[in-house]
């Protein structure tokens, strides 16, 4: 019932930039906190940025501060990943996720407290 598709993914060289986006099919995408993550191989996933169901509160992930900024649009129902000054440890899998209803994590970068999960857009940085 809840889907979400990421798009956008690419690869550039080292400091260029790159959107991100994702296209959320559910009823209650206004009131849903959103999330980025990234994964490489054999490591863990890992927070990138997140944003309130309003878009006032963002979060994000020490190694992106300054770089990335979230959005979202929730009218269009749509998420969005500015990435900007990339380096090559910005080459990842990511994946736009959602919580489950209402609810507000405690850690809003935190993989565990994000129900779904769209399937995921390559991003490569070549130094």
């Known amino acids: 019932q809840v889907q979400l598709v990421e798009s956008g993914g690419g690869s550039v060289a080292a400091g260029g930039s790159l959107t991100l986006s994702c296209a959320a099919s559910?009823?209650?995408?206004?009131?849903?906190?959103m999330g980025w993550f990234r994964q490489v191989q054999g490591k863990e996933r890992e927070g990138v940025a997140a944003?309130?169901?309003?878009?006032?509160?963002?979060d994000y992930a020490d190694s992106v501060k300054g770089r990335f900024t979230i959005s979202r649009d929730n009218i269009k129902k749509t998420l969005s990943l500015q990435m900007n000054s990339l380096k090559p440890e910005d080459t990842a899998m990511y994946y736009c996720?959602?919580?489950?209803?209402?609810?507000?994590?405690?850690?809003?970068?935190?993989?565990?407290?994000?129900?779904?999960w769209g399937q995921g857009t390559q991003v490569t940085v070549s130094s």
């Open positions: 559910m009823y209650t995408y206004s009131s849903t906190y």
């Open positions: 996720a959602a919580v489950q209803g209402t609810g507000w994590p405690g850690y809003p970068l935190g993989s565990t407290s994000y129900n779904y």
């Open positions: 944003i309130s169901p309003g878009g006032i509160r963002k």
